[in-house]
């Protein structure tokens, strides 16, 4: 892991770019916090410079709370190297979408098993390399859209004890046996009205996983409409879990 | 309405016992505000001295944010005269659950809608009689049980202006129209697993409300199971709504 850059915000929540390996990234850490602080993974749809009005924003509630707050790059997004295959996937559910007709299954598993396959290890790696910084500690939770890969990293990653999920995505129905085998505490974020997702896939996914404490917050509104109390709900939830 | 009773509880909240007519209810109003206060009327499904524990822990939480709160006895409840068509469909819901059998439309509309139609004008002679207090101002929020009557109530009552439902009753088809005329701010309290309540006639209820702003909050566990977190985010609601 390389900082590449440094920046104070004015709330003095402290800024690095970084890279690992090829795999840009950023984290913030609180401005007065004692160490070693609590970790949020911060997951996003891909496009690192698109989302960072919102990754900031997220990362400035977190570190409030006295979190430290990290995100990468998400694989075939940003200034990586795009993977033909998924963008031959996103074309095809773009179209489906547009046209109003059902996405197929195929097209689903297509798009987001591959996402998945390849993002887990990067965040494994990834908080690898956070915890091994001396200002960061622990619990660690993971916040985020992309619900198929918080949900296969709340099955295979112990170190994280809490998770809020996004559920804004298309999940392929094999996630539903992975769902099943999670057992951390879930808060689970729903877009009543989100185009970019099945209502019904959503409150059954949220059926499926296994955690004996979760909850499910459904708001008004589009895929980009969550309420500002919605969010800190979320906060709430970590305030319990990783304190 | 005539004050029969008042004590002081060790937080300092008053707590008034008052009749209105033949209805006996409960005010608590908070220690220190500045009056005047807004109001939280408590819904709860009948039997006041049973239910007591629990509408004094939610005074106590409403009086801490510096609401009062009020509630009265439900028809045919408590120490009210019984109705034996409501025995008798109460009765009726009662050996359908426990044989397992689907309760019919037939049952509950025979249950509800007599107890809606009496209760709300009920709620509303109350809430003449509550907002004629010097010390109790508003605005008016309802929170609360038998989800039809709070329904109601948000639809005819104009001086209720946000609403905690609690999705845990069954609720007449014809409910569903008046759900589409409500326009005031919700906050929709689901038990996933309640026995008392169907989950998708609660997600379809949910759906209808006309209300630009709702959200719905699931949590894990039975009827009464319903975390302290839970209330404590219904609290902040009514602090979004009602100062």
Redesign the interface.
Same mark, same amino acid.
């Given at each position: 892991m390389q900082f590449t850059s440094e920046q104070r915000l004015d709330d003095g929540v402290l800024e690095r770019e970084f890279t690992l390996g090829e795999i840009p990234g950023i984290l913030w850490t609180p401005g007065s916090a004692s160490t070693p602080t609590p970790l949020i993974l911060m997951g996003h749809p891909g496009g690192l410079h698109m989302m960072y009005p919102r990754l900031v924003a997220r990362a400035r509630h977190a570190a409030a709370e006295g979190f430290a707050a990290a995100t990468i790059e998400g694989p075939g997004s940003g200034e990586r190297p795009r993977s033909a295959t998924a963008e031959q996937a996103r074309a095809d559910l773009r179209r489906a979408v547009e046209a109003g007709e059902p996405v197929t299954d195929e097209i689903v598993d297509r798009l987001v098993l591959p996402l998945v396959d390849k993002a887990v290890p990067e965040w494994r790696a990834a908080l690898d390399a956070l915890l091994a910084l001396p200002e960061i500690g622990g619990p660690v939770g993971y916040s985020g859209g992309v619900i198929s890969v918080g949900t296969r990293l709340a099955v295979v990653e112990p170190r994280i004890s809490a998770a809020v999920l996004f559920a804004g995505s298309f999940v392929p129905r094999t996630m539903f046996d992975e769902a099943r085998q999670v057992t951390i505490p879930l808060h689970v974020l729903l877009q009543?009205d989100d185009e970019g997702n099945g209502r019904q896939m959503a409150?059954d996914l949220?059926?499926a996983f296994g955690s004996? %404490?979760?909850?499910?917050?459904?708001?008004?509104g589009g895929h980009t409409g969550v309420?500002q109390?919605?969010g800190e %709900?979320a906060n709430?939830f970590f305030a319990?879990h990783l304190k």
């Open positions: 009543w409150l949220f059926d004996k %404490e979760k909850t499910l917050h459904a708001n008004m309420p109390y919605a %709900e709430r319990r």
